[in-house]
């Protein structure tokens, strides 16, 4: 009796890890699942970045009919702060609609790409320190929604992934629900990356 005890809870035992281990797997699954239809991202393509605000207007992005566009030329206007910085405040004043760049903006850009303008071409394909940040032609960016960037009501924080850094960083957006435009509201994607390369005296 003992022996048949043994081996039944042995059988019990084996039978609770196998349920265990398929709910497991079930959940998951299904948080996976869920998680993936949340993440959407989508990649925009520019044969060139505008310069100035007539080619910025002219992109079919312009429209500013959803956060992912907005946030995609943010990150293209912003490679052009090492050309012309007043053109591309005249750029970002346009992506932020209702609002302008206040002159604490200006000065936080001007610190994180005056002297680092790489940190902006990082954000396209192709761009990494070993190439010294030269992005694939034409350039291609992807914006990353995570499953809480669109939970407060006309807000959205969505996200670039730099090729200097590990994980992405945000871009906050404001939907105005008379135009149904989103449009810039903070730039949160300059913190240092890794350096380029040509200036990293370890490399």
Known sequence: MG????????????????????????VNNTVQSVA?????????????????????????????????????LTLAVLCNYENNPELTIEMLNFLKGPGEVSGFEKQFIREHLGAKPYKARSYFEGATPQNNYKPDTPYKITVIENPYSFD????????????GADNPRPVKLRRKPSTGQWFLVEIQCLADIRLPVEADPWA
């Open 3 to 26: 022996l048949f005890d043994s081996l039944k809870r042995q059988a019990e035992s084996a039978i609770k890890r196998e349920v265990s281990q398929g709910i497991n797997k079930a």
């Open 36 to 72: 993936k239809g949340k993440n959407r991202t989508e990649t925009f393509t520019f044969s060139s970045l505008p310069a100035n605000l007539a080619e910025l207007q002219a992109l079919p992005e312009a429209t500013l009919d959803s956060a992912f566009k907005t946030t995609a």
């Open 152 to 163: 407060n009501a006309d807000w959205a924080t969505l996200y670039v992934k730099s090729g």
